[in-house]
């Protein structure tokens, strides 16, 4: 199985930008579709971006369109998630998961997790 490792939350202004890591350890990271998902206070843990084994795929949720960009170096075994135009309802536990790919998954589904990363972003 693969480990996951979140790094790079912070405390941000609205309208900064932070970029989230995910360090992939145990199984070469080309063996996954890899996903961010986030939880805020007091509600359920929602989908935010997938990106395809070899990236050359990718799927976000409306609300991150065209302010959020997923990508991975699988050569690094790392995952990233550059956001941009912070606001303060995308404060939330940031996530970062792996299922095997070529299989066919619901859009939030995931086998493995991170621990997660506190991004804070202040109005």
């Known amino acids: 199985q693969v480990q996951l490792v979140e790094s790079g939350g912070g405390l941000v202004q609205a309208g900064g930008s932070l970029r989230l890591s995910c360090a992939a350890s145990?199984?070469?990271?080309?063996?996954?579709?890899m996903g961010w998902l986030r939880q805020a206070p007091g509600k359920e843990r929602e989908f935010v971006s997938t990106?395809?084994?070899?990236?050359?795929?990718?799927d976000y949720v409306d609300f991150v369109k065209g302010r959020f960009t997923i990508s991975r170096d699988n050569a690094k075994n790392l995952v990233y998630l550059q956001m941009n135009s912070l606001k303060p309802e995308d404060t939330a536990v940031y996530y970062c998961?792996?299922?095997?790919?070529?299989?066919?998954?619901?859009?939030?589904?995931?086998?493995?997790w991170g621990q997660g990363t506190q991004v804070t972003v202040s109005s």
């Open positions: 990106i395809s084994w070899s990236g050359g795929s990718t």
């Open positions: 145990g199984r070469a990271l080309s063996r996954y579709t």
């Open positions: 998961a792996a299922r095997v790919a070529g299989r066919a998954w619901p859009r939030g589904v995931f086998e493995y």
